[in-house]
């Protein structure tokens, strides 16, 4: 098994899906978070992560849905790899049709689900999204995906769900921080000036942030950069652009941290999405 990883975008009009379709033997993913789920396939060998303080594997048969914000890293759980098929939807895609008020209320406390009739629906729809023959078939496949999952396998969060940072005070700074950092991802403030800003010693502030997100400041801005860069580079701009846009040192550094995170290159996860986002081309009749 090599190494190969292809991203794709699916767009319903209202939310935007990402996709990545990927077999790995050495590559592993550095501790980070995503903002949307990511639901994956495992089609081929067993992968293993770090999840909530356990390790957590996943092989052939079984589904892994992991919630946004949670770290995690991934790596091969044999010599001979892996290979998966992922989707990303936000909050919003995976539980559109419920109320505000349910979806917040729904989790997965087991992030490994082994359940033949979701494997089958979360692969059949991912297959037919990144084959992009018949959207309406594909979206509806999605759909169907989507309410397997949540309907089998969610399950209503406990009254106080012991979140990171449940004091509404450490929240309130913790949103201040980050409000902080994204103000400009090229320059944001030193360690010292974010403390201040909270009202709190530069050690307290830092136990604070991490125990919300799981990050010191650092880490977490470095994931958030990553994350505006997919975004950019998924919207044309060149690899070269968006170093320079999201605060990364070089384009270098930009693809360091950009493979740790996707599994892929900048160039490669561009060139990936708009391959797929672009329209076939029209053959003229004789």
């Given at each position: ?6 991203w ?52 052939v048969?079984s ?46 406390r ?137 605060g990364f ?17 900048p ?20």
């Amino acid at each position: 098994m090599g190494e190969s990883a292809q991203w794709s975008r699916f767009d319903d009009g209202r939310h935007a899906l990402d996709l990545l379709t990927a077999s790995y033997r050495r590559h592993q993913f550095t501790r980070h978070s995503h903002v949307t789920y990511a639901i994956g396939v495992v089609t081929r060998g067993e992968e293993q992560f770090h999840y909530r303080g356990e390790l957590r594997r996943s092989g052939v048969g079984s589904l892994a849905v992991l919630e946004p914000d949670e770290p995690h890293d991934g790596m091969a759980a044999h010599p001979e790899g892996w290979a998966y098929r992922v989707l990303y939807p936000t909050a919003e895609m995976l539980f559109d049709g419920l109320g505000d008020a349910r979806r917040h209320a729904v989790g997965f406390r087991d992030p490994i689900i082994t359940d033949p009739r979701s494997v089958h629906l979360v692969r059949a729809a991912h297959e037919e999204l990144t084959a992009a023959r018949d959207p309406l078939a594909a979206h509806s496949r999605l759909v169907w995906a989507f309410e397997a999952v949540i309907q089998r396998h969610g399950s209503l969060r406990p009254a106080d769900p012991g979140m990171r940072a449940s004091d509404p005070a450490a929240a309130r700074k913790v949103a201040e921080i980050r409000d902080r950092l994204l103000a400009d991802l090229r320059c944001p403030p030193s360690l010292r000036e974010l403390a201040a800003g909270v009202e709190l010693s530069p050690f307290h502030m830092l136990r604070v942030f991490r125990a919300a997100t799981g990050f010191p400041p650092h880490a977490w801005l470095v994931l958030e950069r990553v994350c505006h860069a997919r975004a950019l580079l998924a919207a044309g701009r060149t690899p070269a652009e968006v170093s320079a846009a999201t605060g990364f040192a070089d384009q270098a550094h930009l693809t360091r941290w950009f493979k740790r995170v996707t599994g892929v290159t900048p160039a490669a996860f561009r060139n990936s999405v708009q391959d797929a986002t672009r329209p076939p081309a029209v053959e003229s009749g004789a």
